[in-house]
């Protein structure tokens, strides 16, 4: 799967990326202006072009973890895991009865307020995707317990924060970075959880998914627009 970070409150260019053909966006709540009354709005138009909508919250907090999940959200994303406890935390957060504890209300969006079969809702619910970013010193010291804990899909290594925690912040390709990822991939593999990361060039980008990354997150739709936008400029005026 390849998506897109979202850091724009407009739908529209939500909207357009799902008509590119980006398997998802994410709708970010840690880095970006996005609020619970534009993630519906966002989420709608992940919807109506056919992509799946995640949303990164802030970190592991079972308000804002059970609100995205509330607007319809196809998935969640918690970032700076740094314990087994932590990863617990965020899996009770969203998921219902038996997997966790999230707080129940079946009129909000996601039970199409109030009309789902309440069977289904609960069902579908506990299908949703949940990923998990390792990305500080702590979670690769605590990585193989984080990687026992059941309930959640994706284990996503955020390379910025991690190249900023092995004292390189920025540089991500950089060959001790290379070296981490691929032991946490491996490590990962080995239980079973899909893995997912950051690129933001195209040659990382492949390289990347050759490695076996399912879920991969390529830049930010406003960088996209701004690159596009200066490629014209230059390209015009040569
Ligand atoms: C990181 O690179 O640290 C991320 O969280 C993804 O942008």
Not at 204 to 217: C, H, P, W
């Amino acid at each position: 799967m390849i998506g897109v970070f979202s850091k724009t409150t407009d739908s529209n260019f939500v909207e357009a990326l799902g008509l590119a053909g980006m398997d998802f966006i994410i709708l970010d709540q840690e880095h970006g202006p996005i609020h619970n009354e534009t993630l519906h709005n966002h989420v709608r138009a992940a919807r109506v072009s056919n992509m799946t909508a995640v949303v990164r919250v802030k970190g592991v907090d079972a308000n804002a973890i059970g609100a995205a999940l509330d607007a319809g959200a196809d998935g969640v994303q918690v970032p700076n895991i740094g314990t087994a406890e932590e990863a617990s935390r965020a899996v009770d957060a969203a998921r219902f009865f038996p997997t966790g504890n999230r707080g129940v209300c079946r009129f909000v969006k996601a039970a199409k307020f109030g009309s789902a079969p309440k069977a289904e809702y609960f069902q579908n619910a506990n299908e949703k995707l949940l990923i998990l970013q390792v990305e500080g010193k702590e979670g690769i010291v605590n990585l193989d317990e984080i990687l026992k804990v059941d309930g959640y899909d994706i284990l996503f290594i955020g390379p910025y924060d991690l190249s900023q925690s092995l004292g390189i912040p920025g540089q991500i390709d950089h060959p001790k970075m290379e070296e981490l990822m691929n032991e946490v991939a491996e490590k990962a593999k080995k239980q079973g959880k899909k893995l997912g990361t950051f690129a933001d060039s195209i040659t990382t980008a492949r390289k990347l998914r050759n490695r076996g990354f399912q879920y991969l997150a390529y830049s930010v739709d406003i960088n996209i627009f701004l690159e596009a936008a200066l490629k014209i400029k230059e390209e015009i005026t040569e």
